[in-house]
Nanobody
Framework: QVQLVESGGGLVQAGGSLRLSCAASGRSFSTYTMGWFRQAPGKEREFVAQINWPGGSTNYRDSVKGRFNISRDNAENTVYLQMNSLKPEDTAVYYC??????????WGQGTQVTVSS
């Protein structure tokens, strides 16, 4: 069992930055692939980024490549999403998830990110 709690969302102007954090509790955090997803009003939840286990390779959706960076601190049981050059279309609720064998089994409650133009 893994519990996830996101933080760091807020209101920012276009071009600004935010860093989201996802604190995990439970066993074996370091052996999960961790990901960030987002859901805008009226839209389906979409993949943003993930950091894979094992190996630590990362994947991003095309629209955030070069602007967002996912990282993890296994000693702190935390995964981060650094978001730079934010755009209004990045506005959404951002969710952290934990996956094994390609299936996301655990989710946080989400944190709101609002980017004003």
């Amino acid at each position: 069992q893994v519990q996830l709690v996101e933080s760091g969302g807020g209101l920012v102007q276009a071009g600004g930055s935010l860093r989201l954090s996802c604190a995990a509790s439970g066993r074996s955090f370091s052996t999960y692939t961790m990901g960030w997803f987002r859901q805008a009003p009226g839209k389906e939840r979409e993949f943003v980024a993930q950091i894979n286990w094992p190996g630590g390779s990362t994947n991003y959706r095309d629209s955030v490549k070069g602007r967002f960076n996912i990282s993890r601190d296994n000693a702190e049981n935390t995964v981060y999403l650094q978001m730079n050059s934010l755009k209004p279309e990045d506005t959404a609720v951002y969710y952290c998830g934990a996956a094994r064998r390609g299936i996301y089994d655990y989710w946080g409650q989400g944190t709101q990110v609002t980017v004003s133009s």
